[in-house]
């Protein structure tokens, strides 16, 4: 009769460990935190990751991931001028994990943190930030961008932090103006680009011509140079006839010397029969009289 019965509270026992056994541990995985209730009653401390025995068989558990996340968001950021202009950004974030049993009792899972808080403030503070900016095309400038992600980043740290979620970055991905704005911008640059295409063109035709001024006073400078050497040689020439004359002048044989040698050079010559001679000079020389009156052809 003792052995029916200890078997049947073995079998018992067996079947309640087969039934609670999964439920005696946890484990949380890498990157995660679990938050364990007890019949609605929140526990204070979230359990980490790894392993964890033995637990509350009662206990439900609720599994949070907080690792970092990103989150894409865009919308329609109103400027001073009244003017609608599209900006996407994207807000790098994630759970505490000290603060997950608070998020849970105050604001559910992580899917409500976005939907409840990280979200709506996401888009006041653009809209907010977005009054600040005079113009839609200023969404541009690169001081503008800085000071709309520093703004909104801020923003986000100081209303998202109380509540359990930390906001390391904010990142502008796109901005997307009103279509003739865009068009407008387009034009301009157009413009521009025209302006520097022109501005391109005069330098270059400035610049050729500074060449062919450049090519002419070389050219100058090369003639005033010939011109200069043509005149030195011709003063030279010059001084050199008037040296020769002036010394003709003062010795008259030396002409006289110069018409033998003429004569000696015709009478080599048996085709040349033909003389100039004045039978009154007292040198009757060839050649020496022409043009003088009583001069004789023989």
Not at 63 to 89: F, G
Not at 134 to 144: G, H, Q, S
Not at 246 to 251: L, R, S
């Amino acid at each position: 009769m003792k052995y029916p019965r200890i078997l049947s509270i073995v079998i018992a026992a067996i079947v309640v460990l087969l039934l609670l056994g999964s439920r005696l541990y946890v484990s949380v995985p890498a990157g995660h935190a679990s938050v364990a209730t007890l019949f609605g009653d929140v526990r204070p401390e979230p359990y980490e990751q790894g392993l964890h025995v033995p637990v509350n068989p009662l206990y439900d558990w609720h599994r949070y991931d907080v690792r970092q996340k990103s989150h894409k968001e865009t919308a329609n950021v109103p400027s001073q001028d009244q003017l609608q202009t599209s900006v996407e950004v994207s807000v790098q974030y994630r759970l505490v994990q000290a603060d997950t049993p608070r998020i849970l009792q105050g604001t559910g899972m992580a899917s409500d943190v976005l939907a409840v808080h990280l979200i709506p403030k996401l888009r006041s503070l653009l809209r907010e930030q977005g009054k600040t900016i005079k113009r839609a095309e200023d969404f541009f400038l690169e001081t503008t961008q800085d000071s709309l992600q520093a703004s909104i980043l801020e923003g986000l740290r100081a209303y998202l932090r109380p509540k359990g979620v930390e906001v390391e970055a904010v990142l502008i991905r796109d901005i997307s103006l009103p279509p003739f704005i865009t068009k407008a911008i387009e034009a301009k640059k157009e413009r521009e680009q025209e302006v520097e295409k022109q501005k391109a063109e005069l330098e270059r035709f400035r610049t050729e011509q500074q060449q062919k001024i450049a090519a002419a006073q070389a050219e100058r400078a090369a003639a005033e140079e010939d011109a200069e050497r043509r005149r030195v040689l011709a003063d030279a020439q010059a001084y050199e006839i008037g040296r020769i004359n002036k010394a003709i002048g003062d010795n008259p044989n030396y002409v006289r010397l110069q018409a033998l040698e003429a004569l000696r050079a015709i009478s080599k010559d048996p085709a040349s029969k033909i003389y100039f001679m004045d039978g009154s000079s007292p040198m009757p020389l060839p050649l020496m009289h022409m043009g003088e009156t009583g001069a004789l052809t023989r």
